[in-house]
């Protein structure tokens, strides 16, 4: 005979969270989600930085044919600035606020005007000789030049476009703060991290020419 089992019989069986067990679970999920939020805010900024490559990529290009047309890099003034950027090599850098860009050439028989400041690391062993590097320089503040490293600074384009305000205060001592950088180089080392440190004591990390070391370290 098969036993009827009542509605209320049922009911009275089901049983829902404990208070306990509901706070383990939402100690748990605060834990992941204070794990998680530094590498979103990493993904966050990897992700605003790219925006300067295309310009870093222009003005290493534009510079490049400056030099077979020329016999020289760019440019004829003691610092290589936004502006002489803007009027030699014709890259136009008004609207990009969040960047100012600075080329650093060194080798008298390369450059028109070579400049006493460092490369952003030293060359190694197996990297080709370093010709220029671009700089784009994060920029916080609307107005003033921007220190930058190796005691160089980078003074924005005449009618510069304010930052839209995701770069730190240079004073934050956060990761994507104003004065830190993203290099190109040319030519460009092989892949992969530098044994010896350069600026601000970093091992930088190169991919097709680019890195970005800097920006991403607190």
Same mark, same amino acid.
């Given at each position: 005979?098969?036993?009827?089992? @009542?509605?209320?019989?049922? /009911? *009275?069986?089901?049983?829902?969270?404990?208070?306990?067990? &509901?706070? $383990?679970?939402?100690? %748990?999920?605060?834990? $992941? +989600?204070?794990? +998680?939020?530094?590498? /979103?805010?990493?993904?966050?900024?990897?992700?605003?930085?790219?925006?300067?490559?295309?310009?870093?990529?222009? $003005?290493?290009?534009?510079?490049?044919?400056?030099?077979?047309?020329?016999? &020289?890099?760019?440019?004829?003034?003691?610092?290589?600035?936004?502006?002489?950027?803007?009027?030699? &090599?014709? %890259?136009?850098?008004?609207?990009?606020?969040?960047?100012?860009?600075?080329?650093?050439?060194?080798?008298?028989? &390369?450059?028109?005007?070579?400049?006493?400041?460092?490369?952003? =690391?030293?060359?190694?062993?197996?990297?080709? #000789?370093?010709?220029?590097? %671009?700089?784009?320089?994060?920029?916080?503040?609307?107005?003033?030049? $921007?220190?930058?490293?190796?005691?160089?600074?980078?003074?924005?384009? #005449?009618?510069?476009? !304010?930052?839209?305000?995701?770069?730190?205060?240079?004073?934050?001592? !956060?990761?994507? @703060?104003?004065?830190?950088?993203?290099?190109?180089?040319?030519?460009?080392?092989?892949?992969?991290?530098?044994?010896?440190?350069? =600026? *601000?004591?970093?091992?930088?990390?190169?991919?097709?020419?680019?890195?970005?070391?800097?920006?991403? *370290?607190?």
């Amino acid at each position: 005979m098969i036993k009827q089992v @009542r509605p209320f019989q049922i /009911l *009275r069986h089901k049983q829902g969270f404990t208070l306990s067990e &509901l706070m $383990i679970v939402m100690a %748990v999920m605060g834990t $992941i +989600a204070f794990m +998680a939020i530094p590498r /979103l805010n990493i993904a966050m900024l990897d992700a605003q930085v790219q925006e300067a490559v295309p310009w870093l990529t222009e $003005i290493a290009a534009k510079n490049r044919m400056y030099m077979l047309e020329n016999g &020289l890099y760019c440019c004829g003034s003691s610092t290589i600035q936004e502006d002489e950027i803007v009027s030699d &090599l014709g %890259v136009q850098l008004a609207d990009v606020g969040d960047f100012c860009f600075v080329m650093i050439c060194r080798d008298a028989s &390369l450059c028109e005007t070579p400049v006493s400041t460092d490369f952003i =690391a030293p060359a190694e062993a197996d990297d080709p #000789t370093i010709e220029f590097e %671009v700089w784009a320089v994060l920029r916080s503040s609307s107005s003033g030049a $921007i220190n930058a490293p190796n005691a160089t600074s980078c003074t924005p384009a #005449t009618g510069k476009r !304010d930052p839209s305000g995701w770069v730190r205060s240079s004073t934050s001592g !956060d990761a994507g @703060r104003e004065g830190q950088v993203y290099v190109l180089r040319y030519a460009p080392p092989p892949d992969g991290r530098d044994a010896v440190q350069g =600026a *601000r004591e970093i091992n930088y990390e190169w991919l097709d020419g680019f890195s970005k070391s800097m920006v991403l *370290r607190p």
